[in-house]
């Protein structure tokens, strides 16, 4: 896996997971050993701003406002769909291969996390959710947990750190547009691109 092969995401249905945590991206302490990060953000507030970022969660934006090319076995939101995402040109470039390993797609908070699986630089996982708070607020949460696993990652940390780091800020700018997007589009006149 990795630079100049193309993994088929439905491949790796079966392939073990490169931690033993899984899951623990939902519990209030992430597990020892790792590098742990929590990112919280008010994007917006009402019920349709929550819809339209839980839409884009269960939609795989964060992960394209990156660049990244996304081929998966389904959507975020089913557990045990693979997801391969592509850095780089599409023969050029360096597959990162995660499957679900759990998802909330109901309710007032609505998210998922992915696991690493071979291949992936970084052992751990992510979890992106978006919540409706009691006041209206729109609240977005990216946790992880990981630590380096490829020697090329390891060989470089803090380039993978700040590639980690550079990630996140761009999955949470999309999350902002995204609770925006339809707001924006309200106040233009038709047919003039202007407000």
């Known amino acids: 896996m990795g630079l100049l092969r193309a993994v088929v995401p439905a491949d790796l249905r079966d392939t073990p997971l490169t931690y033993a945590e ?4 939902r519990a209030p302490g992430m597990p020892a050993g790792y590098l742990h990060g929590e990112w919280t953000e008010v994007v917006g507030s009402g019920r349709e701003t929550f819809e339209r970022v839980a839409a884009a969660v269960l939609d ?13 076995t389904g959507s975020p939101g089913e557990v045990g769909t693979v997801v391969v995402l592509t850095a780089g040109l599409p023969r050029l470039g360096y597959d990162i291969p995660c499957r679900v390993v759990w998802a909330s797609t109901t309710g007032d908070e609505r998210g998922f996390a992915y696991g690493t ?9 992510e979890c992106f ?3 409706l708070a009691e006041g209206g607020d729109v ?4 946790r992880v947990f990981s630590r380096l696993a490829t020697p090329t990652a ?25 609770a925006t997007a339809d707001a924006i589009r309200s106040t233009r006149s038709p047919g003039t691109g202007r407000r």
Do not use: K, M
């Open 22 to 25: 899984v899951g623990a991206t």
């Open 60 to 72: 795989w934006t964060p992960q394209r406002s990156t660049g990244l090319r996304v081929r998966a």
């Open 117 to 125: 699986l071979p291949g992936h630089p970084e052992s751990g996982e």
């Open 129 to 131: 959710t978006v919540r």
């Open 139 to 142: 609240v977005v949460t990216i």
């Open 154 to 178: 390891r060989a470089v940390p803090p380039v993978a750190r700040f590639v980690q780091g550079l990630a996140t800020r761009r999955y949470l700018s999309s999350l902002r547009r995204a």
